[in-house]
Each structure stands twice: as C-alpha cells, then as structure tokens.
C-alpha cells in the first residue's frame, strides 16, 4: 500500500500546485512558481489536505488487496 500512496500522490499534489497557480494568476509573475510564497502553516494545512484526500482511496485499495489475490495488486 506505501507505493500505492506514492503514485497517487505525485497526481494530486500535481493538480493541487495547477489549481494553486490558476487563482493566483493575478500576480502575473514572468515565472509563476517564483511568486508561490507559502508559510509554514500553509504548507502543514495542504500536507493535511493531502493526507485527508488519499485516505479513502488507500483505505479502499487494502481493502481490495485483502478481497482479491490477483498477481497485478501485489505490485501495488
């Protein structure tokens, strides 16, 4: 299940980072990711909203692994 989480992981944080750039299109930097400033406490509060979004589906895929013995899902 830990690889499971690291591959879903990169499309979220990935679509999260697009989402971010999108409404922060009013800063209108020449390269958007040098006007990301993000504290500490932001960065904890999207870590946590990761976390809370990847649960569901890591919790479903044990669940998966634990129903099936198919040979793909032992690579996952």
Known sequence: MPFFFYVVHIPVIHAMAVFAEHFDRAAAA?????????????????WFCTLALLYPSCRWFADLKRRRTDAWLSFL
């Open 30 to 46: 020449p390269l958007p990711a040098a006007s990301w400033q993000y504290g500490l406490i932001s960065v904890y509060a999207l």
